[in-house]
């Protein structure tokens, strides 16, 4: 085991992972995010806080996962390199280890101009393969990126984002590879919605043998009505929403899309579980936490694993 | 080249408001190229100032010149003969120009007429755009001549992220994807495996993070 991480353990243990996601409260009322980590509680594995998603002010995912380990959750750290140069993210990794927190996830993050800061400078002193790097180093070798040495290293459970659905598609594997070589533990993925694409792309990471050397956990994201299929299908930069399942959506009342949304969520599960090299699920439920435990149970992925 | 766009004529005159006399230079180089502050354009703003002003009353008498070269201080030195007759000095140079009169000429104020954009190349008549961003350590032998620190708007330099789509970048439709350029052109090399190779984290202090940059040939410098 390279980590103290629950999502190490379960990973390890061979069982199916189940991560979600929170996103943190455009202020200071901490009882959002508590309220979200009760939702979760016992019904996934470890929890992704994201890091002001979509380039919008949000509170800190290191304050936010801080929140979430004191109500007995395993808060996983999302840090962008798009708002902090390397003395900074290192000292937040600090900082967030020295509080228990031991599984982050490496990203570059989304473009200054989607959110309410379009003016701001854009960072980006590392990308996200240099960051894994970065954070291996910290925990392999006890030292910063700069060199020096590190009293009592961060021994982090290293993460990072894959999607399957970005051109050039046939570069997405040789890109996972990328990430692998520079030390990833695990990845999860974009959310799925073309399973066939996503299984021709799994191909070519099992004829590589990547799915040997990290994890690979197929993130899912369940749709509320046919109009968020039609802007994630649309508008959302690298998502691949194929036409049958905004029809599907589209194809009952109002009031049952949310269900129909549910159901395809669970299904997608239950067939990405045949997948090769599928370690385990990231479901992301966008301001929709609540639907978390019903969409684990049906998929058949209760009562989660205690490790230790 | 050197990119530039003028600045709007309302903030130049702005500028120029206090002054009754303005020796307005140009520059033979870059800004030339790109349309921005040659000859052609000193002219232009000459007679659009004078236009201006005569509006609210007032004449102004504006000077033309334009410099070989305003980032050398032996061409600075042309404007010697004129800058007693003159209260203020309007530079259409890219900010480097700007910064040499002001140096040469201490008691004089000097003023931009562009805004100095980047380092780019021109890709149609009337179009150009940004290729190189100076960082002191040329990547592009790396990366089959396409710069992915200029030109990918998060600076990625291990490949493209989750956004790129069709070709684009997710900031817009009219930005290519750096990624997608250098992948279809290593692919057309034959030198995909290029691709697998972790470029590591960059030391920015070549870039301007180390303070202000200077080169020192010793071989020319007396």
Redesign the interface.
Same mark, same amino acid.
């Given at each position: 085991m390279k980590t103290e991480s629950v999502l190490e353990k379960v990973l390890a243990s061979g069982n199916l992972a189940v991560t979600s996601e929170c996103g943190p409260p455009r202020g200071t009322n901490a009882e959002i995010i508590k309220a979200k980590g009760e939702l979760l509680k016992g019904k996934v594995d470890a929890v992704n806080v994201t890091d002001n998603q979509t380039a919008m002010v949000r509170m800190s995912s290191f304050a936010a996962n801080v929140f979430l380990k004191q109500a007995g959750l395993n808060p996983i750290l999302q840090m962008v390199?798009?708002d902090r140069n390397?003395l900074a993210m290192q000292a937040d990794i600090l900082g967030a280890y020295a509080h228990g927190i031991n599984t982050m996830l490496c990203l570059?993050?989304?473009?200054p101009?989607?959110g309410d800061h379009p003016m701001a400078a854009?960072v980006?002193?590392?990308?996200?393969?240099?960051f894994i790097?970065?954070v291996k180093k910290m925990r392999d070798e006890g030292k910063f990126?700069g060199g020096a040495d590190i009293d009592n290293p961060p021994k982090m459970f290293i993460g990072a &984002?894959?999607?399957p659905?970005?051109?050039?598609f046939e570069?997405r594997v &040789?890109?996972l &590879?990328?990430k692998v070589? &520079?030390g990833v533990d695990f990845i999860q993925t974009?959310c799925i919605y073309n399973l066939d694409k996503f299984e021709k792309w799994m191909e070519g990471v099992r004829a590589r043998g990547l799915h040997e050397k990290c994890y690979i956990l197929a993130g899912v994201t369940p749709m509320k009505s046919a109009g968020m299929a039609r802007y994630m299908k649309n508008k959302v930069?690298?998502m691949d929403v194929p036409d049958e399942v905004v029809k599907r959506m589209a194809g009952v009342p109002k009031e049952k899309m949310a269900d129909e949304g549910i159901d395809i969520c669970v299904e997608s599960i239950q067939r990405l579980k045949e997948v090769e090299g599928v370690a385990g699920f990231h479901i992301m439920a966008i301001e929709w936490e609540k639907k978390v435990p019903e969409i684990v149970e049906r998929a058949g992925l209760l009562p989660r694993p205690t490790v230790s | 080249m050197i990119t530039a766009e003028r600045k709007p004529l309302e903030e130049l005159i702005e500028y120029v408001r206090p002054y009754d006399r303005i020796l307005l230079v140009g520059c033979n180089e870059c800004v030339t190229v790109c349309a921005a502050g040659g000859r052609k354009e000193v002219g232009l703003l000459a007679s659009a100032l004078k236009m201006a002003f005569a509006k609210e009353g007032k004449t102004i008498d504006i000077k033309e010149l334009t410099l070989e070269r305003q980032c050398d201080p032996e061409y600075i030195e042309e404007l010697v003969p004129h800058i007693e007759d003159v209260d203020a000095v309007m530079s259409m140079a890219c900010g480097c120009g700007v910064q040499e009169i002001a140096k040469r000429f201490k008691n004089i104020p000097v003023f931009p007429a562009v805004n100095t954009k980047f380092m780019g190349a021109s890709e149609q008549q009337g179009i150009w755009a940004e290729r190189c961003q100076g960082c002191g350590d040329c990547l592009l032998g790396l990366t089959g001549g396409i710069c992915p620190i200029a030109r990918c =708007?998060?600076?990625?330099?291990?490949?493209?992220?989750?956004? =790129?789509?069709?070709?684009k970048c997710?900031?817009?439709p009219d930005v290519d994807?750096v990624?997608?350029l250098i992948?279809?052109r290593l692919k057309a090399l034959g030198m995909e495996d290029r691709?697998?190779e972790?470029?590591?984290?960059?030391d920015?202090r070549t870039a301007g993070g180390g303070g202000p940059r200077k080169i020192i040939r010793e071989d020319l410098a007396e």
């Open positions: 390199t798009r390397r570059s993050g989304d473009h101009s989607f854009n980006h002193d590392i990308d996200s393969v240099q790097q970065m990126q &984002a894959a999607n659905f970005a051109d050039p570069l &040789a890109r &590879a990328k070589a &520079a974009q930069p690298g | =708007s998060k600076h990625l330099m291990n490949g493209p992220c989750g956004g =790129s789509t069709n070709g997710e900031i817009s994807c990624w997608q992948w279809d691709y697998e972790i470029i590591p984290a960059k920015w």
